[in-house]
Nanobody
Framework: QVQLVESGGGLVQAGGSLRLSCAAS????????MAWFRQAPGKEREFVTY????????YYADSVRGRFTISRDNAKNTVYLQMNSLKSEDTAVYYC???????????WGQGTQVTVSS
């Protein structure tokens, strides 16, 4: 099993920045990729970005490409999400997720709230 703990959410004005962190523990050797998803009130959860653990290859949803950056620290088993130029539509609970195979996200964090005021 892998345990994930997110941190770094909060309230920020539109145009501002936040950095989220997600620390993994447990069977971290089994991680293939780590990803961020988000869920806004009344909406379905949506994919934001992922990073492949072995080589750092990243992929972004169109809605955040160019504004968000995912990075990892393998030694700390931690993934980061740097969010710049935040918009009100970025307001959501952000979840970290991971798994042992492409597209598989068996483990989820508890979520951290990001609120962007306009």
């Amino acid at each position: 099993q892998v345990q994930l703990v997110e941190s770094g959410g909060g309230l920020v004005q539109a145009g501002g920045s936040l950095r989220l962190s997600c620390a993994a523990s447990g069977r971290t050797f089994s991680i293939y990729a780590m990803a961020w998803f988000r869920q806004a009130p009344g909406k379905e959860r949506e994919f934001v970005t992922y990073i492949r653990w072995s080589d750092g290859t990243a992929y972004y949803a169109d809605s955040v490409r160019g504004r968000f950056t995912i990075s990892r620290d393998n030694a700390k088993n931690t993934v980061y999400l740097q969010m710049n130029s935040l918009k009100s539509e970025d307001t959501a609970v952000y979840y970290c997720a991971t798994g042992g195979a492409p597209g598989q996200y068996a483990y989820w964090g508890q979520g951290t709230q990001v609120t962007v005021s306009s």
